[in-house]
């Protein structure tokens, strides 16, 4: 619907079968990362496993920033397990020498590389490098490949996993990802300034 108004106030540039394709890729997430998508061939479930009990790091670029600072806000609410993220290239001027301390990085860090086969080659290669400096450090991490043609594609198809992962982890964490109660007290206690 967001899509529609925004292309009908001429804010963004979409076609209609455009539109069409997304809703139809948008039923397929479904299938594939749904609830009656057995553990085996369900991506989100396994990453929701896998992100038990560490300290997640969101990397990607480009046209899916935005989608990283969803992932990270969406693993901190919902999944209600600490997240950050952290843009390639502008971590590899720094972030890269952060990893070796404290030592419990080792055991505690688990990096989520957004990747696509639609970045600019130049930062397709900075993945490469990057992921081999983190298994370096013995830092674990976990390579999610966008599959959608286009752009816009593609953003729906890791909002959708990373939904659908984050509830994964809140059932996996045992609690009720609909809950905030510190959100929730935070906001009573401003109530009182």
Do not use: C
């Amino acid at each position: 619907a967001h899509i529609a108004l925004f292309k009908r106030l001429g804010l963004i540039k979409v076609s209609d079968s455009d539109i069409k394709d997304i809703l139809s890729q948008i039923s397929s997430y479904k299938k594939k990362f749904g609830f009656d998508a057995p553990f085996v061939k369900n991506k989100a479930k396994q990453l929701a496993k896998e992100m038990s009990n560490k300290n997640i790091i969101i990397a990607t670029s480009e046209h899916l920033e935005g989608n990283a600072h969803v992932f990270a806000n969406q693993t901190n609410e919902t999944g209600k397990t600490l997240a950050a993220y952290h843009l390639v290239s502008e971590l590899n001027h720094h972030l890269m020498e952060g990893l070796k301390f404290p030592d419990t990085n080792r055991k505690n860090l688990l990096f989520i590389f957004l990747e696509s086969e639609l970045y600019h080659p130049k930062n397709q290669f900075r993945y490469k490098v990057t992921k081999k400096i983190v298994k370096d450090n013995k830092i674990k991490f976990v390579s999610q490949k966008l599959k959608a043609k286009t752009k816009l594609a593609q953003a729906f198809e890791a909002l959708a996993f990373s939904s659908y992962t984050t509830f994964y982890l809140a059932m996996q964490n045992n609690l009720n990802p609909n809950l905030i109660p510190w959100v929730d007290m935070f906001k009573e206690e401003l109530k009182k300034f």
